[in-house]
C-alpha cells in the first residue's frame, strides 16, 4: 500500500459510521428509487440534454456557455479518472460489510465522485448564465451528490472533494469562455 493508500484507509475507517447512517435510507424504497433515478440521470444523460437544449433555448447567448460546460465535462473526467486510478481508493461497500449497495457502480473505485464532480459543474456554469434554472438545477445536484451516499456508492470526503473539483473548472470555464 502506498501513502496516499494509507491516508484513503485512515479516512475510511473516520468516515464509516456517517456513510452507515447515510446508507440507511436506502431501505426506504421510495428514497432509494428517488435517488437511484438521480444517480442514472447523473451518469451524464441530464448534462448532455443540458448542454444540447441551452443553446435551442437561449440561442447565440447560450453557445458559448455550452462550449464551456463541454470542456468541462471532458477535463472533468480525465481528471477523476486519473485521481481514481491514482488513489485506488475502495468504495464503501467493497471495503465495509455494513453498507448496502443499493445501485451497481459504473467502476471500482470512489475517489472523488464523478457524478458530484460533473454536477457542481454544470450547475455552477448554466445557474452563473441563466440564473432561472437554479430552481431545477441546484435541487437536481444535491440529489445527486445525495445519490451516491445513500446508495452506498461513496464516502462524503469523495462528494465533497467531486464538488470541490467541480466548483474550481465551473469558476475556471466561467473566466475562459
Keep these: ?15 464509516y459510521a456517517l456513510c452507515r447512517r447515510l446508507n440507511r435510507g436506502a431501505g426506504s424504497p421510495s428514497v432509494r428509487a ?8 447523473g451518469d ?9 437544449v441551452l443553446p435551442l ?8 456557455p455550452a462550449i464551456g460546460m463541454a470542456v468541462t465535462g471532458i477535463i472533468g ?19 465495509h460489510p455494513g453498507i448496502t449497495l443499493a445501485m451497481p457502480p ?12 460533473h454536477a457542481v459543474a454544470f450547475t455552477w456554469q448554466a445557474v452563473a448564465k441563466f440564473p432561472e434554472l437554479a430552481w431545477v438545477l441546484v435541487p437536481f445536484a ?14 462524503p470526503s ?6 470541490a473539483i467541480g466548483a474550481a473548472l465551473a469558476m475556471l470555464a466561467l473566466n475562459f469562455f
Excluded: C
Excluded at 500500500?1 to 468516515?15: C, K, S, T, V
Excluded at 445527486?144 to 461513496?154: C, P
Excluded at 469523495?158 to 464538488?163: E, S
Design 1 to 15: 500500500m502506498n501513502r496516499a493508500q494509507l491516508i484513503m484507509a485512515r479516512f475510511d475507517l473516520a468516515e
Design 34 to 41: 428517488l435517488l437511484r433515478i438521480a444517480s442514472r440521470l
Design 44 to 52: 451524464g444523460i441530464a448534462w448532455y440534454a443540458l448542454v444540447a
Design 57 to 64: 433555448l437561449y440561442g447565440r447567448a447560450a453557445v458559448r
Design 77 to 95: 473526467v480525465l481528471i477523476y479518472r486519473w485521481l481514481k486510478h491514482a488513489l485506488v481508493r475502495e468504495r464503501p461497500f467493497i471495503r
Design 106 to 117: 459504473l467502476d471500482r473505485y470512489s475517489f472523488p465522485s464523478g457524478h458530484t464532480l
Design 142 to 155: 444535491g440529489l445527486i451528490a445525495a445519490s451516491r451516499l445513500v446508495l452506498g456508492l461513496h464516502y
Design 158 to 163: 469523495d462528494v465533497l472533494a467531486g464538488g
